[in-house]
């Protein structure tokens, strides 16, 4: 069945980087897109960032130039390189898998929780 995992969250100060991971199986990876999404303590879903299975990239605003999706298709891995950390980049980061052609996302990691200190 299909199973996705995230890893890599952390507490980090503001300007710091980290590296979340998603280990991917029960699917093609490489002809799927993947997409990352984030809930700030007591916030709604925020979209992140999303990869195709083109390797074309899609950011939000808010962490445009700061955050960098990737994929490792021979590992079925998702990443993703946050730079310049802010506080209010502190949220549950989850990694899901894209329905079809972005329509939506279908599978969902359990999150890697990410705290920026000031």
């Known amino acids: 069945q299909v199973h996705v995992e995230e890893s890599g969250g952390d507490l980090v100060q503001t300007g710091e980087s980290l590296r979340l991971s998603c280990t991917a199986s029960?699917?093609?990876?490489?002809?799927?897109?993947m997409n990352w999404v984030r809930q700030a303590p007591g916030k709604g879903l925020e979209w992140v960032s999303s990869?195709?299975?083109?390797?074309?990239?899609h950011y939000a605003d808010s962490v445009k130039g700061r955050f960098s999706i990737s994929r490792d298709n021979a590992k079925n891995t998702l990443y993703l390189q946050l730079n310049s950390l802010k506080t209010e980049d502190t949220a549950m980061y989850y990694c899901?898998?894209?329905?079809?052609?972005?329509?939506?996302?279908?599978?969902w990691g359990e999150g890697t929780l990410v705290t920026i200190s000031s």
């Open positions: 990869i195709g299975s083109d390797t074309s990239t």
């Open positions: 899901a898998k894209d329905l079809y052609a972005y329509s939506g996302m279908d599978y």
């Open positions: 029960g699917f093609s990876f490489s002809y799927t897109a």
